[in-house]
């Protein structure tokens, strides 16, 4: 059985997402999300609001965040060459979930200390990127770029106010000249492994999700034996950028290694011709802490 009831990949004002907390709520509810989850980039600073937000909506919370690792495995060129990509991202992205977790425990504030320093990495990263700006004759106001954002500074608002400074005409075009992966401008930061962030995020009582591994380039079977090897739980198969021939077979391997399924839109807002939801998945591959979940019938 399918059902699209299920949204676990969204980002709002608190990261890099259109929206606040309450008006994704009220989006996936609007597309018939029942279960939603929040997860801003490297901060959970969401999860109250998006919590009572969801109860207004009628809809359950899943709190989430999505952890920004080093890459896993190095990208095969061969696989770029058939997903016609000039470069792989230079990192990997990790999806946490704790369906269970209470607000108040010991769990989620040694989890919030551990992920504290990836959020705050961000500010002297963004410094060093504005620098580099001002050095190749763009100049950009900092406090600008932070004030885009709300508790995860990243790229896409210094894109936004170099499009601003009329720098350039979109942010697509910011990432492709001068931010993005391998650009003049990009500057990395220090970054968990993939097995640190899921010793961390286990150790809060959460599980994890690689998430849309069509970015990292790799082979299908060897992201599944990384994953086998490394204590994630399960893989984003279906994802908004897969195709659905690339969707069927990472599920398919998934199932044959017996690692559970999660589904996204990776909602970053309406302005990016994005929708929340309508994201099909199979009730029987969902992670088992979703199975209280799976009553639901599909649409």
């Not at 990790?94 to 989890?111: G, K, N, T």
Request: include cysteine; proline fraction near 5%; hydrophobic fraction near 40%.
């Amino acid at each position: 059985m399918w059902t699209e009831a299920f949204d676990l990949h969204s980002h709002s004002t608190n990261s890099d997402g259109e929206h606040p907390v309450a008006e994704v709520a009220s989006l996936m509810s609007k597309s018939g999300v029942k279960y939603w989850s929040l997860t801003d980039h490297d901060t959970i600073s969401g999860w109250p609001l998006a919590k009572s937000a969801a109860e207004k909506e009628g809809i359950t919370f899943i709190p989430g965040v999505e952890i920004t690792c080093n890459p896993g495995l190095r990208a095969s060129a061969s696989v770029m060459k058939t997903r016609n990509r000039d470069r792989a991202s230079d990192a990997w992205h990790l999806l946490a979930y704790f369906p269970h977790i209470d607000f108040s425990s010991e769990q989620h504030s040694v989890f919030e200390a551990w992920l504290a320093p990836l959020g705050d990495g961000r500010i002297p990263r963004m410094k060093a990127m504005v620098q580099r700006l001002a050095e190749l004759g763009m100049a950009v106001d900092f406090d600008a770029v932070v004030a885009r954002a709300g508790d995860s500074v990243g790229r896409p608002h210094l894109a936004d106010e170099m499009v601003a400074a009329g720098y350039v005409e979109t942010r697509q075009q910011a990432f492709d000249e001068w931010i993005g992966d391998g650009k003049p401008v990009h500057i990395t930061r220090p970054k968990p492994s993939i097995a640190e962030a899921c010793e961390a995020v286990h150790a809060a009582g959460g599980f994890t999700s690689l998430a849309h591994p069509l970015y990292y380039c790799v082979e299908t079977d060897d992201l599944v034996a990384f994953c086998l090897a490394n204590g994630v739980d399960a893989i984003e198969c279906f994802h908004r950028s897969h195709a659905d021939s690339y969707r069927f077979e990472l599920w398919s391997a998934a199932k044959e290694a017996e690692l559970s399924v999660t589904c996204g839109s990776d909602f970053h807002g309406m302005m990016y011709n994005q929708s929340p939801g309508h994201m099909a998945v199979p009730l029987v591959t969902l992670p088992k802490d979703f199975q209280p979940f799976t009553s639901v019938q599909s649409e």
